[in-house]
């Protein structure tokens, strides 16, 4: 095996173009790299489900902010609670999460401490800003339960996924 991949020549001035092959060891690392990613999202979607506050501890100055509650028939559908622990876990994520997307492990690691930290900042513009954003992702993500509940999205798109592969 050589360190070269393949030889093109040029007819017209006998010139040799020597190709260096592709190493199976940077195309193991790309691969480990997508799945790092992909775990990395799977976690920041998990988190931003579940709406957990073990990054951020709870707030002994902030008052609480009321829950939202979305109704259908009569009863409460909120998936996470709007309150200010989970504002600042859930700019964290946001931060994270595009960080990630936009520039790697580190880039979102960094955004999301970056995020975190500028949230906690009672007295800042940039904390309510970012708190706001924060605010309206977990009321877009009770919408998207509340949604899902009432019309039973994921079910319908199962068994029409179902019936595609079945027939």
């Given amino acids: ?30 691969r480990q790299t997508r799945i790092v990613r992909l775990g990395a999202v799977a976690a920041a979607v998990y988190l931003a489900a579940s709406a957990s506050t073990s990054f951020v501890g709870p707030s002994a100055a902030a008052p609480r902010a009321p829950a939202v509650v979305l109704r259908a028939e009569g009863e409460s559908t909120a998936l996470v609670r709007v309150t200010e622990e989970n ?30 930290y500028l949230a906690k900042k009672d007295d800042s513009d940039v904390a ?3 708190k706001g954003i924060s605010a309206a992702g977990l009321e877009a993500l009770n919408f998207g339960a509340y949604t899902n509940d009432k019309y039973s999205v994921t079910g319908k798109i199962g068994s029409a996924f179902n019936d595609a592969m079945q027939g």
């Fill in 1 to 30: 095996s050589s360190h070269f991949g393949p030889i093109f020549a040029c007819q017209l001035h006998r010139e040799y173009l020597f190709l260096p092959a592709r190493s199976t060891a940077a195309m193991a690392a790309r």
């Fill in 87 to 116: 504002k600042i876990a859930m700019t964290g994520v946001i931060g994270g999460v595009a960080g990630l997307l936009l520039g790697g492990v580190w880039v979102g690691a960094g955004l999301f401490a970056i995020g975190s």
């Fill in 128 to 130: 309510k800003a970012l």
